[in-house]
């Protein structure tokens, strides 16, 4: 399936006029839109339980949640679509970020809870040579570039700050993305250049997969 331009020309519209009076007006527009966006994702999907676990598929809603942000306007002026892999043992999931001029696939764990969070800084101050074989294999690299994602300032408590591996534990986050031209969104193959790009990061969640249902022994948790 391929993704129309119009999607693009909506969300600009958009842009400019984030009000519900536009909205409503057009309205049919959005839905004819949203339509196309889910079933893409669908599609997705579809491939991707041809070879991975994946438990659903999501289109994330227009509506921003205005309660606490200074910025009243009340539509996102993108689309957003995850993929998550079927938990326990499948961890990690996939992201398609859609707006005009800000096109991204993103895949990892972006905010992990603290019990994850220490369970990977647990395996990576004791050993990382196969995380960092895996971040910086070739295969991954071409397609992903580097691993991206916020850190501590300074080492988390209790580890040492000379520890060699430092760098990778005081990450909060563990992200690979890559970024797509409007152009690019709308090709033909941008659904094949997904499923590619999301077959050759696998290896990375699985891995992380395995730490994350084992114990500091190799034990299962499940």
């Known amino acids: 399936m391929t993704l129309s331009n119009e999607i693009f020309v909506f969300l600009k519209?958009?842009?400019?006029?984030?009000?519900?009076?536009?909205?409503?007006?057009?309205?049919?527009?959005?839905?004819?839109?949203?339509?196309?966006?889910?079933?893409f994702g669908e599609d997705v999907k579809s491939r991707l339980d041809l070879?991975?676990?994946?438990?659903?598929?999501?289109?994330?809603?227009?509506?921003?949640?205005?309660?606490?942000?200074?910025?009243?306007?009340?539509?996102?002026?993108?689309?957003?679509?995850?993929?998550?892999?079927?938990?326990?043992?499948?961890?990690?999931?996939?992201y398609l970020h859609i707006s005009p001029g800000n096109n991204f696939l993103?895949?990892?764990?972006?905010?992990?809870?603290?019990?994850?969070?220490?369970?990977?800084?647990?395996?990576?101050?004791?050993?990382s040579s196969e995380f960092k074989d895996l971040i910086n294999s070739s295969s991954i690299k071409k397609i992903w570039g580097e691993l991206k994602g916020n850190e501590l300032k300074t080492a988390p408590r209790g580890v040492d700050k000379s520890h060699a591996d430092i760098s990778l534990i005081r990450k909060k986050q563990f992200i690979f993305s890559i970024a797509y031209s409007d152009q690019k969104v709308c090709q033909k193959d941008?659904?094949?250049?997904?499923?590619?790009?999301?077959?050759?990061?696998?290896p990375f969640l699985d891995?992380?997969?395995?730490?994350?249902?084992?114990?500091k022994n190799g034990e299962s948790l499940f």
């Open 51 to 94: 070879s991975d676990k994946i438990d659903s598929f999501k289109l994330f809603r227009i509506y921003r949640d205005v309660r606490f942000s200074k910025d009243k306007t009340p539509y996102k002026i993108h689309f957003g679509l995850t993929w998550k892999r079927t938990k326990p043992k499948y961890r990690g999931g996939y």
């Open 207 to 215: 891995y992380m997969s395995d730490i994350l249902t084992t114990d």
């Open 190 to 202: 941008f659904i094949d250049k997904i499923e590619i790009a999301i077959k050759e990061i696998r």
């Open 106 to 127: 993103a895949c990892g764990f972006w905010d992990p809870n603290s019990n994850d969070l220490n369970r990977i800084r647990e395996e990576l101050i004791i050993d």
């Open 13 to 39: 519209k958009l842009r400019l006029n984030n009000n519900r009076d536009w909205f409503q007006t057009n309205k049919l527009n959005f839905k004819s839109q949203e339509k196309h966006i889910k079933e």
